[in-house]
């Protein structure tokens, strides 16, 4: 067991005790003083978050136009950071009356990531992701204003059994996901990213404030997963607790990206 590993929260499960990657599920840090705001649920129109995964801005504006109002939330990631044009584009969509996650999952030394999270905070993004351990979340919370929102990454979609153990977590991927999200939600995070396979019991053991946003979507009628490996279709991610979820190809690579927008967007209305 690592020395600078201190069990919090040891009912979640025996074998993170013996976890050689502990300082990332836990660490000494204190409990800070502020929380997450009170939780408001979300209008049905902005539950789907459309992840604008192409590879540049004027592609994106294009397909921003072409599905109009049948998204709301877009989820802006790193290929468009990179390509130039990314503050631009947010201001854009903010023009139109959309709300933007910046999904950029911040993972560096604490003082940078609150310095960065800060930079944010008058861009008008509603989400932001970040990564890492204990101090990592709560630099991120601390700077993140009153509107922005800070949400941890949790295990990504992309990863499964065989991939902890690739990393060095010999802990299965649910008790992870609940060791992960119970910190952040310590740390001040507003909420956590979680695959819809393990947001039921996510639900269960933690505080229901916690926002809960869902990759790895699948519609019922378009399977193909690629590198997500841990997936839930919509009806079952709304099911077991999820306030939004992202959904990405399955509308973006459709022959009509309004049309599987709205599919979903109708799913969605007829649980809420």
Same mark, same amino acid.
């Given at each position: 067991? %690592?020395?600078?590993?201190?069990?919090?929260?040891?009912?979640? %499960?025996?074998?993170?005790?013996? %976890?050689?990657?502990?300082?990332? %599920?836990?660490?000494?840090?204190?409990?800070?003083?502020?929380?997450?705001? /009170?939780?408001?649920?979300?209008?049905?129109?902005?539950?789907?978050?459309?992840?604008?995964? +192409?590879?540049?801005?004027? !592609?994106? $504006?294009?397909?921003?136009?072409?599905?109009?109002?049948?998204?709301?939330?877009?989820?802006?990631?790193?290929?468009?950071?990179?390509?130039? @044009?990314?503050?631009?584009?947010?201001?854009?969509?903010?023009?139109?009356?959309?709300?933007?996650?910046?999904?950029?999952?911040?993972?560096?030394?604490?003082?940078?990531? *609150?310095?960065?999270? $800060?930079?944010?905070?008058?861009? *008008?993004?509603?989400?932001?992701?970040?990564?890492?351990?204990?101090?990592?979340?709560?630099?991120?919370?601390?700077?993140?204003? !009153?509107? &922005?929102?800070?949400?941890?990454?949790?295990?990504?979609?992309? &990863?499964?059994?065989?991939?902890? /153990?690739? &990393?060095?977590?010999?802990?299965?991927?649910?008790?992870? +996901? &609940?060791?992960?999200?119970?910190?952040?939600?310590?740390?001040?995070? /507003? *909420?956590?990213?979680?695959?819809?396979?393990?947001?039921? !019991?996510?639900?269960?053991?933690?505080? !229901?404030?916690?926002?809960?946003?869902?990759?790895?979507?699948?519609?019922?009628?378009?399977?193909?997963? @690629?590198?997500?490996?841990?997936?839930?279709? +919509?009806?079952?991610?709304?099911?077991?607790?999820?306030?939004?979820?992202?959904? @990405? $190809?399955?509308? $973006?690579?459709?022959?009509?990206?309004?049309?599987?927008?709205?599919?979903?967007?109708?799913?969605?209305?007829?649980?809420?």
């Amino acid at each position: 067991m %690592c020395a600078a590993f201190v069990p919090v929260y040891p009912a979640v %499960c025996d074998k993170l005790l013996e %976890c050689p990657a502990a300082s990332f %599920c836990y660490t000494n840090a204190p409990k800070p003083e502020f929380r997450v705001l /009170d939780y408001k649920a979300p209008a049905a129109n902005e539950r789907l978050i459309f992840a604008m995964d +192409v590879p540049e801005c004027d !592609r994106a $504006r294009g397909l921003a136009e072409e599905l109009g109002d049948s998204v709301t939330f877009y989820k802006l990631g790193l290929e468009l950071m990179m390509s130039g @044009g990314y503050f631009e584009l947010i201001e854009w969509l903010l023009a139109r009356g959309k709300k933007v996650f910046a999904d950029l999952k911040f993972f560096d030394i604490p003082a940078t990531v *609150g310095s960065a999270v $800060r930079q944010l905070t008058d861009r *008008g993004v509603s989400f932001v992701t970040v990564h890492g351990n204990q101090s990592i979340m709560q630099a991120a919370a601390e700077n993140k204003g !009153r509107d &922005l929102k800070v949400l941890a990454v949790t295990v990504l979609t992309s &990863l499964d059994r065989g991939d902890l /153990d690739d &990393l060095g977590f010999q802990c299965d991927v649910e008790s992870l +996901v &609940l060791s992960r999200a119970r910190r952040a939600f310590e740390a001040g995070c /507003d *909420g956590v990213i979680s695959s819809g396979l393990e947001v039921a !019991r996510l639900r269960e053991h933690v505080d !229901r404030r916690l926002v809960v946003v869902t990759p790895g979507i699948r519609p019922v009628e378009n399977r193909p997963t @690629g590198d997500q490996k841990r997936v839930v279709t +919509v009806t079952e991610a709304f099911a077991n607790g999820a306030d939004y979820i992202v959904v @990405g $190809r399955p509308i $973006r690579d459709a022959a009509a990206p309004k049309e599987a927008a709205e599919s979903i967007q109708n799913s969605i209305k007829s649980l809420f």
